[in-house]
């Protein structure tokens, strides 16, 4: 375990934007969770500030400035595993179609995960090619794209508090949404160690043809080289896609200094090189302003946001 004093979130977040929070608190061995609550608590209370689980910040957007935060992150965690075999036992590319159960560590990163399921051939998340994220951070968003959320996957969880320590819920006994998770419990830090997820055997290299169509579809609607925090609003509704309405309001590439609305996906906010928060949250509010004149709809972040 490693404590941090004053890390920067311009450092730790997919929209390279943020200030310092006054120290981070990194988690590395099972073992250091015996005396993370402790260590949690002593630094909360001697530097009056608030506890924060971060992945790999794909979906922050931080003020820059100081900010009364002890970050808690994991790092590690090792590779997935092969719980539960279909059929009898033996896993037949092509053939076994019976669901593949795999353990997933939190803090294992989406990219790294679809490398390892196409290596073995299981299928089942390959619309998930070109997701920045962690496993962990996926799971508290209800992380989707092109119609696959994580709620349709997962088996169950192991969630880590202070106040419980580690505990596996049943997937049946949580509650997912619209980029919105709920584990029932009413702690206020929740970890998330590792996942169980549902996949399916197939051929590696029909799961990699996939893996790589959607990737090629994402490359060319949305700006994934680009550093971005992916969507920055929330849909309205299915009839009114937060881009589409973007779109007509005439922010599609509206840029100011070096953070803009990308020219291929109007609800991406990219950070263009020497990119402000203030700039930032000032196109956000620029773009709540033109919608809601417009179509009368009040427009949601997406993104987490730390003011």
């Given amino acids: 375990m490693k404590v941090t004093r004053g890390p920067l979130l311009a450092d730790r977040t997919t929209l390279r934007l943020g200030g310092k929070a006054m120290a981070e608190i990194v988690v590395r061995e099972s073992p250091d969770l015996d005396d993370l609550a402790g260590l949690l608590a002593e630094q909360t209370a001697k530097l009056g500030a ?38 009898d036992g033996n896993q037949i590319p092509g053939k076994d179609r019976e669901g593949v159960r795999i353990r997933v560590p939190g803090a294992l990163r989406l990219p790294r995960l679809l490398g390892w399921c196409a290596a073995r051939g299981l299928r089942g998340l390959e619309p998930w090619a070109g997701i920045p994220g962690s496993v962990g951070g996926a799971v508290a968003m209800n992380a989707g794209s092109y119609g696959l959320e994580m709620g349709q996957v997962l088996e169950r969880v192991l969630i880590w508090t202070p106040e419980r320590g580690g505990r596996w819920l049943d997937a049946a006994d949580l509650q997912f949404g619209y980029r919105r998770f ?126």
Avoid: Y
């Avoid at 790999?56 to 590779?79: H, T, Y």
């Avoid at 029932?184 to 996939?210: H, I, K, M, N």
């Avoid at 893996?211 to 992916?230: E, H, L, N």
């Avoid at 109007?266 to 773009?287: K, T, V």
């Fill in 182 to 307: 709920d584990s029932g419990l009413d702690d206020a830090v929740q970890l998330v160690l590792a996942a169980e997820l549902r996949v399916e055997s197939d051929v590696p290299d029909e799961v990699r043809a996939r893996m790589r169509k959607w990737f090629d579809r994402k490359k060319q609607t949305q700006p994934i080289t680009m550093a971005s925090a992916g969507c920055v609003f929330k849909n309205p509704d299915e009839e009114n896609p937060a881009g589409r309405l973007l779109d007509l309001v005439g922010l599609r590439g509206f840029q100011r200094g070096d953070m803009a609305f990308s020219e291929l996906h109007a609800n991406f906010l990219i950070n263009l090189g020497g990119g402000s928060a203030d700039d930032a949250f000032a196109l956000l509010d620029l773009a709540r302003e033109r919608v809601a004149s417009r179509f009368g709809l009040e427009l949601e972040t997406e993104v987490k946001v730390l003011a």
């Fill in 50 to 87: 608030r506890p924060m689980v971060l992945g790999e910040g794909s979906n922050i957007l931080a003020a820059n400035r100081d900010l009364d935060l002890v970050l808690l992150r994991l790092e590690g965690g090792g590779d997935p595993e092969i719980m539960e075999l279909g059929g």
